[in-house]
């Protein structure tokens, strides 16, 4: 048998503690400041009836609508809990949860069973007896066994004082860049980052799966953010590098389109590839791409009007000009240099488009080519995506709502640190050089096509 702490250690908080709950509880009951008198009769001794019966006697809530309130608590503290899979992997039947918690034992194992834990376990529940010392002097008469639990003092060191093996747990807390971004004040995408990051065990130490999760999933918030405020037209987002901010988009802000493209169709048939991009988008549509050097627009413009915003305009070379249709977020002037890890992070789950046939009127048969990247490297980066979408529900007000109150000089800067450190990833890069070696080749073959062109 081994023992596992409950709170922080088996589950955690969508919003790291109860104030949030407690916060909605107030403003669903009409009862101003509650988040902050909520606490005050928790003094560790008093069970959930106690506390509530406490807020009572000192005229902090009525007795009226005492148990609605206890009952709505319950109910958000479920809702808001989610599994650490690493720890919840761990928990074999016959394991014993012990914790040091105001709520019920019945409700705290309703608690970890909603949040994925299926083994038969038994619940210790009490006030202090952890921090005490009250429980380990029980169970150390037992055989050997190991407790995990995330408390310094009462998983750690009172456990060992009693000669009980133990193991402390501080993956909970939040990590470098997510207490970067709460300390700017991105508590939505920080919390949403962190619940991605524990929920997903098997990924947790894989590089590809933490850049996407840490850096490219905040940065395409960013992104949407930036182009909510510059764009008021409907969106055709390009593929393939904008096939993430395509799927967040929809989910967060505003419905979206996709539609895969590439230089190399533009570059082979730039009149074919202009019909093909007019026939698939609305007519008064905005174009976004992640990144351009408009040489590409500057070639369609001539067989027609294509409205692009880019995030990130290549301008490390003098342009002869740039179509009036061509727009940019920023430019590398501005956030520094990227590279092929930006593509990398944000590439779809599909080939690149290799080839369009126009079969009559406006029907066009595609080709793709076959993905540069193995399969499990394309699920895993693409793995905090779909877990941000089917977490929309969670988070969808609080990370807009943060957006919206961020100035555009903010955006800028925090756009550039995530940037930055996705393509500051050189040992990451070269793990995958079939990918940078095609990338490299499909390149000198656009120079190639691009130089032909202006030629002829």
């Not at 908080?13 to 902050?36: A, L, P, T, V």
């Not at 809530?61 to 809990?81: G, H, V, Y």
């Not at 038969?120 to 037992?142: A, P």
């Amino acid at each position: 048998m081994n023992s596992f702490d409950v709170f922080d250690t088996l589950i955690a908080r969508r919003f790291y503690d109860s104030k949030s709950i407690w916060f909605q509880i107030g403003k669903e009951y009409g009862i101003d400041n509650f988040e902050n008198f909520r606490p005050i009769p928790d003094d560790g001794s008093r069970t959930f009836e106690e506390i509530y019966n406490e807020l009572v006697d000192k005229g902090y809530i009525s007795e009226n609508i005492k148990t609605k309130i206890m009952q709505r608590e319950i109910e958000l503290e479920i809702s808001n809990s989610y599994g650490i899979k690493e720890n919840i992997d761990k928990v074999a039947d016959g394991d014993l949860l012990i914790t040091d918690m105001y709520l019920p034992g019945y409700v705290i194992m309703q608690i970890v069973r909603s949040a994925g834990m299926k083994k038969q376990v038994s619940i210790y529940q009490s006030n202090r007896d952890k921090g005490s010392g009250k429980i380990w002097n029980i169970l150390h008469k037992n055989p050997p066994y190991i407790h995990i639990g995330d408390n310094e003092h009462s998983d750690y060191n009172k456990a060992k004082e009693y000669g009980i093996k133990s193991q402390l747990y501080t993956g909970s807390s939040y990590n470098g860049n997510e207490k970067l971004l709460i300390q700017n004040k991105l508590n939505g995408i920080a919390n949403l980052v962190r619940e991605i990051r524990l929920s997903n065990n098997i990924l947790l130490h894989n590089d590809y799966f933490t850049l996407s999760c840490q850096y490219n999933l905040p940065l395409i918030f960013i992104i949407l953010e930036q182009l909510h405020r510059k764009i008021s037209n409907p969106i055709t987002f390009l593929g393939r590098d904008c096939q993430s901010l395509f799927k967040i988009c929809n989910s967060y802000y505003t419905t979206g389109y996709y539609l895969p493209f590439s230089r190399k169709v533009a570059y082979t048939n730039p009149k074919l590839a202009s019909l093909y991009l007019s026939s698939n988008t609305t007519p008064n549509h905005m174009l976004v791409d992640i990144s351009s050097t408009g040489e590409t627009w500057k070639l369609l413009s001539q067989y027609g009007s294509h409205p692009l915003t880019t995030v990130i305009y290549s301008d490390s070379e003098n342009r002869p000009y740039l179509p009036k249709t061509f727009d940019y977020i920023t430019k590398n002037s501005e956030c520094g240099s990227t590279n092929l890890m930006l593509e990398v992070m944000n590439c779809a789950d599909h080939g690149m488009l290799k080839n369009i046939t126009l079969l009559e009127d406006r029907l066009f048969f595609t080709e793709y080519a076959d993905h540069e990247l193995p399969s499990d490297i394309i699920d895993i980066i693409h793995k905090p995506i779909h877990d941000a979408v089917k977490l929309k529900s969670f988070y969808h007000k609080f990370i807009r709502a943060e957006l919206s109150n961020k100035t555009d000089d903010f955006l800028k800067d925090i756009f550039k640190y995530l940037v930055q450190n996705i393509c500051s990833n050189f040992t990451l890069a070269s793990s995958i050089p079939h990918f940078l070696e095609r990338e490299n080749e499909y390149h000198q073959e656009i120079i190639n096509q691009r130089e032909n062109k202006w030629k002829s």
